[in-house]
């Protein structure tokens, strides 16, 4: 066998069922080898590099982003300048805009960035977050004739409305007009708006289809304040806005939005957790201390730790509270809203746990014994609606193929949210099966759609998904592997490398975490904490100790093998992050697999 087709350590099945392989191919390892030697970065960090295609010539860039070298001109993406001019004659009008944004992260920063722009113009602004439950994503005909009703001139939807024609007629019925700025996959026929950015419609050639809804706003935001100057609009009294300072928002849309992070949203995310460093934003000051981060922010605390508990006021709660508490100045309305939003967050996952058990037993009972169905579809009449995409990604994970939840109502109307497998397209699925009439209405990305559909078609529907995406789905789930970026141990596991290794994030969608090998290493400790948690230590022949943790996996084989395994000696492949204990901070493993040890005959 060809040495680069060799299992890392010789794990062809580790305890998870993975076969591990090296992530680097044999040109890789020579272009890492190369980086490392020509610009003196860490060998380790190297790897990381060249596993993840940054060229030899590009490496020193790559660890070094800029703005301004990332970042394009806005005109690029369609009908920009269309939006920036009605922008511009909005604020020299001084009409009143409404924001309509949707009830997640990204569109609460979304709405939040536009929002403290044109307060900052003096402009009479609303920010309009629909209710998940009873409106649904998307401008509405109700909400649309109350914002005109209470005086909106100018519209603009923020991370919604490329698919909305007819809340786009009724505005411009009632004498108003709609800015779209969105990111979502489109159909070929767009509603008629006095302008519609989103640069992954059809006739956009900018490149930026990567971009979640607060980069595209981010992206208007200078187009805007470009227009303004050359209208000489500012002057006097009138200042610029230092657009940089509400980068905090767009990184935190953009880690929550599961956007790859490549080019302009690497920027943005590295560049806008420095300026989360300074706590300028009162509600993410609030936020971090209501959720009980560790530490200065890092990408982690960002999607796991503030972007539930934004989410949870649009999942069971107030669907405003998250635009409300990122546009406060005011300290205490600030501590008041993060309050709430954990309160809040601690009942979503007590929601969570129930309606999990639920959707785990029904997902098991459909595969029974065999392989099951290619992509798991369930639903329940007592589900939260605002939950069923957190179920939908737990099946997706315990059961590696797409997953769908769905809550029906009593009408027998269903509202579902679906997550997908790497290569398999999701939201391409959901429009296909709108146009065949299956669902009342349906969108997303690849990974993550959203639908709602009638009761009687549900089995039209499972068997819609069955004929189109089964090919992919057992293409996908064929591969068992699990890619090993390098080999570590207990004592080089250090803070000073895991400095090193941040200037190669920050990692996620399309750039992803790297994955390092413990080799050898013995359990010294292993228990149970929190929701099935497991925190252990493992450590090494020179007598080093890692400190680790692995999440839900106490009752599944990763767990009971660690629980079991006190003084074992096993191979053990995760990611490294820093963790702030007592105010220092030190190493955390965060456990992906282990491996029993070969033995040598």
């Known amino acids: 066998m060809d040495q680069s087709e060799r299992p890392f350590l010789e794990v062809e099945e580790s305890v998870t069922g993975q076969r591990w392989k090296e992530r680097l191919t044999p040109l890789a390892r020579r272009e890492a080898e190369t980086m490392a030697e020509r610009f003196s970065i860490d060998d380790r960090v190297a790897r990381v590099l060249a596993g993840r295609d940054v060229q030899v010539e590009n490496a020193v860039a790559f660890l070094n982003p800029t703005l301004r070298d990332l970042m394009p001109d806005p005109s690029a993406l369609t009908d920009m300048d269309a939006a920036a001019e009605r922008l511009a004659d909005a604020v020299k009008r001084g009409e009143r805009v409404a924001i309509f944004g949707d009830y997640d992260v990204d569109g609460a920063t979304s709405s939040a960035l536009l929002f403290r722009f044109l307060a900052g113009c003096g402009m009479d602004t609303e920010i309009y977050i629909p209710d998940r439950i009873f409106e649904g994503y998307g401008p509405n005909i109700p909400a649309i004739r109350e914002l005109v009703e209470r005086g909106a001139t100018l519209i603009v939807t923020v991370d919604c409305g490329s698919t909305s024609h007819e809340s786009v007629a009724e505005a411009a019925r009632l004498g108003a007009e709609v800015v779209v700025l969105d990111h979502h996959q489109v159909a070929e026929t767009l509603p008629d708006t006095a302008a519609l950015v989103n640069p992954n419609r059809h006739d956009d050639m900018s490149g930026q289809g990567h971009l979640c809804a607060a980069g595209v706003v981010f992206l208007t935001l200078v187009a805007l304040n470009r227009t303004l100057r050359q209208r000489g609009w500012y002057g006097g009294n009138r200042q610029a806005p230092d657009l940089m300072q509400w980068l905090d928002l767009v990184a935190l849309g953009t880690v929550c939005d599961v956007v790859p992070l490549k080019g302009l949203n690497r920027a943005f995310v590295m560049r806008g957790l420095d300026i989360m460093h300074r706590q300028r934003n009162a509600g993410l000051v609030a936020l971090a201390r209501a959720a009980r981060q560790d530490g200065p922010a890092a990408p982690w605390h960002l999607g796991f730790l503030l972007g539930p508990r934004i989410n949870a006021g649009g999942r069971i709660g107030d669907a405003a509270l998250g635009a409300r508490l990122l546009t406060t100045d005011d300290p205490v309305e600030a501590e008041e809203i993060a309050t709430n939003l954990d309160k809040l967050n601690s009942e979503r996952q007590e929601m969570e746990k129930v309606m999990l058990k639920q959707a785990i037993d029904e997902a098991e009972a459909e595969i029974g014994l065999g392989e099951g169905p290619s992509v798991l579809v369930t639903e329940s009449e007592t589900w939260h609606a605002g939950v069923v995409g957190l179920l939908a990604s737990r099946l997706k994970d315990k059961f590696r193929r797409p997953a769908f939840a769905i809550s029906f109502d009593d009408r027998g109307i269903g509202a579902g949210s679906g997550r997908s ?116 230590a493992i450590g090494s022949s020179d007598g080093a100790e890692l400190r680790g943790i692995a999440f839900r996996i106490a009752d599944d084989p990763l767990g009971k093998a660690l629980l079991n395994g006190r003084g074992e000696t096993m191979h053990f492949a995760g990611t490294l992050s820093s963790d702030f204990y007592r105010g220092s901070k030190r190493v955390q493993l965060r456990l992906l697999d282990a491996a029993v040890v070969p033995s040598r005959l």
């Open 421 to 536: 497998i790497a290569g398999v397209d999701l939201g391409a699925a959901v429009r296909a099966a709108v146009e065949l009439g299956l669902l009342e209405k349906g969108g997303g990305h690849a990974m993550a759609a959203g639908l709602t559909i009638q009761r009687e078609k549900l089995g039209a529907f499972r068997s819609f998904l069955e004929e189109h995406l089964a090919k992919e789905v057992g293409q996908q789930r064929s591969v068992r592997e699990l890619k090993i970026d390098s080999a570590l141990s207990a004592r080089g596991a250090t803070v000073e490398f895991i400095d090193a290794l941040e200037q190669a994030g920050p990692f996620g969608a399309s750039h992803p975490q790297p994955v390092f090998a413990f080799p050898h290493h013995v359990v010294r400790f292993a228990d149970v904490v929190g929701a099935n948690h497991v925190r252990f």
